[in-house]
């Protein structure tokens, strides 16, 4: 993806209904359907973004995009994630707030190798509850996520009824140190910084 403008919501066309998210200025993540699994693939890659306009910045994200897309997906579904190494630099991917074997949970060194530039790392684990989280690195973590690596994994209910909303939007805020006539965020002075995940839903 070259436009960060938002997208249109990717409606379902098989599987359980739910009510898409629309991503502000960004995407959801196409998916296909091997068997039980739905299968996405995510690349972890420089990517440069217009912040404002005139206003370019050289970052670091997937698919293309910085925050990465939009996963969506629904409860008691079985998700594999090929995960693809376009960086300069070992990466993982860590997903944030979902129930997981440990082996699936992205933590370099700890309890997967880390994935080399280049190479493609597997994840495949059951969504056990619904909810909206979020996908970071977990190795370099803090340089790569002051990079902007970081997109949403939203879990829709198994039950399209349970709270069902007339239109659902997230969107991701985040704060880069770019200095005037520079391109790269500074990311020595953004070791403590705060991101800030929303989920706006509009009930009928």
């Known amino acids: 993806m ?18 898409p998210v629309a991503t502000l200025n960004g995407w959801t993540l196409p998916w296909r359907m091997n068997g039980d699994w739905k299968e996405f693939h995510l690349v972890a890659e420089p990517v440069e973004r217009e912040l404002a306009p005139g206003m370019k910045a050289y970052l670091w994200g997937y698919n293309g995009q910085s925050p990465g897309p939009t996963i969506e997906a629904v409860e008691g579904d079985k998700v594999r994630i090929f995960v693809t190494n376009k960086l300069p ?9 979902q129930r997981l074997p440990n082996g699936m949970d992205g933590v370099g060194g700890l309890n997967q190798p880390h994935i080399p530039p280049g190479k493609t790392y597997v994840y495949e684990f059951l969504l056990r509850r619904s909810g909206t989280y979020m996908y970071h690195p977990h190795s370099d973590e803090m340089v790569q996520m002051a990079m902007g690596m970081m997109g949403f994994f939203v879990v829709h209910p198994k039950d399209p009824a349970f709270r069902r909303v007339a239109r659902d939007f997230v969107f991701l805020l985040n704060a880069f140190d770019i200095e005037a006539g520079s391109y790269v965020p500074k990311v020595n002075t953004m070791l403590d910084f705060n991101l800030w995940c929303w989920n706006s839903r509009v009930f009928p």
């Not at 070259?2 to 009510?19: E, H, K, N, R």
């Open 2 to 19: 070259t436009d960060a403008s938002t997208q249109a919501p990717l409606v379902p066309t098989s599987g359980p209904d739910y009510q």
């Open 89 to 97: 630099e070992n990466t993982t991917i860590h997903w944030h707030g």
